[in-house]
């Protein structure tokens, strides 16, 4: 497959990269025949987090076995995690956590999760320059779903990679995608599938190779066939019925999509919506039920206390009716 430098940090990683957040609803045998085929069939970036629970761990089987079985293989492959950590002790706990669980003597590179405007993370930086003079991490990156935010973030030298949402819908990152490239900082897409909504991953990943800047999409993959389509996707063009479905897709899934900008936040009773959205995302379409209502149940403010006042949807900029979308999602996390 393809390789395609990944920014100033001069790494580099294939085409399309595996993400981490599928293998955790199998077991570690699973993850492993995945993990393989992936590698076999040229994909030798992986990315997780400390956030997908066993994805780390599992991860770190596989490349235990791999390790003995294909020489030269950690030199072969780009390794990425992140963390949500903000405080010094946190993240350097989480890196050398990182670290042993995946069986590595070091992170390829270590990115902020979600990082969001106003919050401190003063100690979690002092704690990656540390690991990256140590060689615990190779490069720091920084994964928001806040636009504006990563705008500002790719001023700061610090950050060798960004990751964004990209796909079909969710295409309002282009232009910090170009200023990225041009500053040479490595972009990653995530959500190429748009976290499920978009069924045929082969048009997905399609869309996204064929542009003319360079993102390096990761979608998730958690079998083997599901590998074997989406390596097959980046060697080909889009024809005229692949932009045909395009289209569709944009036309039923635009009105209708969180892009977890977070624009429509604060909420009147303090509701996180796009985090609900986000978890429900994952109950209906990761088939990761437990999981997603684990993460609900730790959101202060449930969805089901929406007074349906309107203040947020009247300041979300794609027009999404949020007091129906609540409702649903109340139905699948709140009915158990
Ligand atoms: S509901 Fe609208 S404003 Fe809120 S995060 Fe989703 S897309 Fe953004
Ligand atoms: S309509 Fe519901 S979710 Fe939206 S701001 Fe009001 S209370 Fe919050």
New binding site residues.
Partial sequence: MEKVRLGKTNLYVSRIGMGGIPIQRDNDDNAYNVVRTAYIDGINFFDTAKGYTVSEAYLGEAFKKLKAEFKGFRESIVVASKSMSLTYDAMMNDVLDSIKKMDCDYIDLYQFHNLQPGKDYSGAKAALIEAKQKGLVKHIGVTSHNMDYLNELISDPLFETIQYPYNIVERQGEELFRKANKLDIGVIGMKPLAGGAIDDGAIAIKYIVNKDFVVVPIPGMGSVEEVINNVGAVQSKLNESDLAKIKEYQATLDGDFCRRCGY?KP???G?D?PFAFLCEGYYRRYNLQEWAIQRYNTMKVKASE????????SRCPYNLP??KK?KEAVKVLESK
């Fill in positions: 429509c909420c009147t009773k509701i919506i929406c007074i349906e006042c309107g203040l947020c949807e949020i007091i609540l």
